[in-house]
């Protein structure tokens, strides 16, 4: 798909066609694969994610390429694979957590695409990283005070995001999307009704 081509798409009986690439941002555990994914199949277009595709690209994991070549090599080339997903196919994009703290990501993401932040409060968060160590910044001595300190810094360029949608522990998947398909019918110059 070229940059000009659009994807139309049916959900809930009303029919879309989506313009820009939708990016899903926020901390860790905000639920931007989970909803991302079920987004895209919603309005059957690509599901991209930049993790997987940094990854795949470098045959190693997220945790791998922090121990041997650090964040700030991974920074770099999250930035140049956030280009290039947004440079192809339309589609719900994804990204890692720390990628929306780059000012050149949030300028790039809101020029190509539209930015989707969901909002997670630091309490569902927790309960829904905390028994993971893939994880490689919460490797910590006290990861609690860790996602705590993080979560404080970030949410102030989060708030940046063209979009914010509530995400909670109570909500359904689905219904998560409901909300972001309700929140991106406000940009029409995004997601337009057919």
């Given at each position: 798909?070229?940059?000009?081509?659009?994807?139309?798409?049916?959900?809930?009986?009303?029919?879309?066609?989506?313009?820009?690439?939708?990016?899903?941002?926020?901390?860790?555990?905000?639920?931007?694969?989970?909803?991302?994914?079920?987004?895209?199949?919603?309005?059957?277009?690509?599901?991209?994610?930049?993790?997987?595709?940094?990854?795949?690209?470098?045959?190693?994991?997220?945790?791998?390429?922090?121990?041997?070549?650090?964040?700030?090599?991974?920074?770099?080339?999250?930035?140049?694979?956030?280009?290039?997903?947004l440079d192809e196919a339309k589609?719900?994009?994804?990204?890692?957590?720390?990628?929306?703290?780059?000012?050149?990501?949030?300028?790039?993401?809101?020029?190509?695409?539209?930015?989707?932040?969901?909002?997670?409060?630091?309490?569902?968060?927790?309960?829904?990283?905390?028994?993971?160590?893939?994880?490689?910044l919460l490797r910590t001595d006290?990861?609690?005070?860790?996602?705590?300190?993080?979560?404080?810094?970030?949410?102030?360029?989060?708030?940046?995001?063209?979009?914010?949608?509530?995400?909670?522990?109570?909500?359904?998947?689905?219904?998560?999307?409901d909300r972001v398909i309700e929140?991106?019918?406000?940009?029409?110059?995004?997601?337009?009704?057919?």
């Amino acid at each position: 798909m070229s940059g000009i081509e659009q994807s139309t798409a049916r959900t809930g009986g009303e029919a879309y066609t989506l313009k820009k690439t939708v990016v899903m941002v926020g901390m860790m555990g905000a639920g931007k694969t989970a909803v991302g994914r079920a987004l895209a199949a919603r309005l059957h277009v690509p599901f991209l994610d930049s993790d997987a595709e940094i990854e795949s690209a470098a045959n190693m994991t997220i945790p791998e390429i922090f121990a041997r070549d650090g964040e700030p090599f991974f920074r770099k080339k999250e930035t140049q694979v956030i280009g290039r997903l947004l440079d192809e196919a339309k589609g719900v994009l994804s990204t890692g957590g720390g990628a929306f703290l780059s000012e050149t990501n949030r300028r790039m993401i809101s020029e190509k695409g539209v930015s989707v932040w969901l909002k997670a409060d630091l309490s569902t968060l927790w309960n829904r990283v905390r028994h993971r160590d893939t994880r490689p910044l919460l490797r910590t001595d006290d990861p609690r005070t860790t996602l705590r300190e993080l979560y404080d810094a970030r949410v102030p360029l989060y708030s940046e995001a063209d979009l914010a949608v509530i995400s909670d522990s109570d909500t359904a998947i689905e219904t998560m999307v409901d909300r972001v398909i309700e929140a991106l019918k406000t940009r029409p110059d995004v997601l337009e009704q057919a």
